[in-house]
């Protein structure tokens, strides 16, 4: 009779196998996280990225009502695509404050004219300074910020409409 | 034939119409004016991944964000901030993730660990077999 030992490299070799195999069934998440989240915005202040609203600063932020903070760009498709679902969180009554990512003012004023502006202020990002600092790793990304400045959430990608609700309770989360 | 020429002709407009029209960024392509500088910026370039693409460092990357990244290396570099800080900074807003130099973790440790403990066993092995024989 051979002992265990002779079936240890066997048993070894299943043991791989098996985590492999489970790892194959767990749903694969390709997005670099934020890992700014329970911290605070920092200290910025950006020019308007469009003439008809105004820019962006720490201080817009830290006014004691918490917004959605939608990261976004002209030039992004994706972007286009969530403009629906912003306009319903606009309609259900969530302040919404943009950033517009590498963008040029005449791009930003097309964009909105053609899809609709449910923001309330828009800083330009012109070198992703923002975005770097709060750990965004793309567009379109939006965060939800509390009344402090403090971030509180992150959805990365686009807000399919079955995202609207909880964003929607997100928010109601960062004003208790 | 045609619905085959339009297909690639959208195929081709996609990756146009997802660059953005700014140009790049000032540093994201000039090199610092002190060479002793530039290096350093360089080797952590070369050691910061781009968020973008996964399998790049910034250096190699020419997604608008990996030149935003340059530049703001470049620059707090020439600020005299410390490569490693810079490093720092960015881990603590994308984690592990970010870091192209492994880094010794909660998560990384069994990488840096397992070679460790194979080799004690394989050396155990071998001192036991060579005692034996002996």
């Known amino acids: ?176 | 034939m045609r619905a085959l020429a339009g297909l690639l002709l959208v195929l081709a407009a996609l990756p146009l119409a997802a660059q953005d029209a700014m140009p790049p960024a000032p540093y994201a392509y000039r090199q610092l004016e002190d060479p002793a500088l530039e290096a350093r910026a360089q080797g952590l370039m070369e050691t910061l991944r781009c968020l973008k693409c996964q399998s790049q460092s910034i250096a190699d990357s020419d997604a608008p964000m990996a030149g935003d990244m340059r530049h703001q290396v470049r620059t707090r570099i020439a600020a005299g901030e410390d490569p490693e800080a810079i490093r720092e900074w960015m881990m603590e807003r994308y984690g592990d993730y970010v870091s192209y130099a492994p880094v010794v973790s909660r998560t990384t440790w069994p990488l840096f660990a397992g070679p460790l403990v194979l080799l004690g066993i394989a050396a155990l092995l071998i001192w036991r077999r060579f005692r034996r024989s002996a």
């Not at chain 1, 969530?94 to 004023?109: M, Q, S, T």
């Open chain 1, 1 to 176: 009779m051979r002992g265990w030992r002779f079936f240890l490299p066997l048993g070894i070799f299943a043991l791989f196998l098996g985590i492999a195999g489970y790892q194959l069934t767990q749903p694969k998440d390709d997005f670099v996280h934020s890992t700014m989240i329970g911290r605070p915005m920092p200290e910025f202040a950006m020019r308007p990225a469009s003439p008809d609203r105004p820019g962006l600063s720490l201080a817009d932020l830290k006014d004691g009502t918490p917004k959605l903070l939608n990261i976004w760009a002209s030039w992004c498709i994706p972007c286009a695509a969530e403009a629906p679902q912003l306009a319903a969180l606009k309609a259900q009554g969530a302040p919404i404050v943009g950033v517009a990512i590498r963008d040029r003012p005449e791009d930003v004023a097309a964009f909105l004219a053609r899809y609709g502006n449910p923001f309330d202020r828009i800083g330009a990002d012109d070198l992703s300074e923002l975005q770097l600092a709060i750990g965004s790793s793309g567009v379109p990304e939006t965060f939800v910020i509390d009344g402090d400045g403090i971030i509180r959430y992150q959805h990365i990608g686009d807000i399919r409409a079955s995202d609207v609700p909880m964003l929607m309770e997100k928010l109601r989360e960062a004003g208790r």
